[in-house]
């Protein structure tokens, strides 16, 4: 039963620091501000305290894996125009 949840779940084997820094890789630092308003990607952003302050905030990593996903469905829906 455990591996039938596995295989609905979209976050399973993603880490939420493998999301971050794909998101980082496709918009950077400004993008990502300009996409989710949180301070932690504002001023003095970095991938640890991004982390940090993500994990507690429930709203804020609900924002960043729902961007993640969008933008993983663009790279599949139109991979040659993203590259």
Known sequence: MEDRGKENNPFHGITLKKMLISL???YGWDGLAARIKIRCFQIDP???S??????????ARTKVED???YTESLREKE?????
């Open 24 to 26: 980082l890789g496709f």
């Open 46 to 48: 970095s991938v640890n």
């Open 50 to 59: 991004s982390l940090k302050f993500l994990r507690k905030t429930p709203w």
């Open 67 to 69: 961007l993640y996903f």
């Open 79 to 83: 991979p040659e125009e993203l590259e």
